[in-house]
């Protein structure tokens, strides 16, 4: 999987996901975003729907992440994903409220705002690349909104 830039950056040398981790916005300004999607088979998407949260995560995103080995992907997220960090194996539980009408939990993680369910594993992910990579990174954050603490956390 390689990335390039929604401005155009990359687009004559797409960008592993790691080299892009770590930059925040590419170098024109634009986004990173997959030279192209992966597709999933019909067969394939039966196979992730009885699947609990870490190995789903672990299944989508190794379709996005293939520079890091699977079984340091694996690690990281089964360190991410806990019942001591979320409350819960289920990670997102799901109450039914009728058949039908369903309520995904996202607020379970430590900031008890649902940016912990993606902030958690990017935080991970930073440190993994920046050990292995013998770096270090500041992180300089600001908000101003209720949810901005769990970013920061």
């Given at each position: 999987?390689?990335?390039v ?5 990359f ?9 892009i ?6 170098p ?12 999933f088979?019909?067969?394939e998407?039966e ?5 609990g ?12 992440i ?7 992907l694996r ?44 902030l958690?594993?990017?935080?991970n992910?930073?440190?993994?690349v ?24």
């Open positions: 999987m390689r990335y830039s929604t401005r155009g950056a687009a004559d040398s797409p960008q592993p996901f790691c080299a981790l770590l930059e925040g916005l590419a024109d300004g634009g986004l990173a975003v997959p030279q192209a999607y992966p597709r088979t019909a067969a998407l196979a992730l729907r009885p699947m949260y870490r190995d789903l995560a672990f299944a989508i995103l190794s379709r996005f293939d520079d890091i080995p699977p079984a340091d690690r990281i997220v089964d360190a991410t994903y806990t019942r001591d960090v979320f409350g819960s194996d289920a990670i997102t539980p799901l109450s039914t409220l009728e058949p039908g009408l369903h309520l995904l939990h996202v607020s379970n993680g430590p900031t008890l705002a649902f940016k912990d369910i993606a958690q594993l990017l935080g992910l930073f440190e993994y920046l050990a292995r990579d013998g770096r270090t990174i500041n992180i300089l954050g600001a908000t101003s909104g209720d949810t901005g603490s769990s970013a920061e956390y």
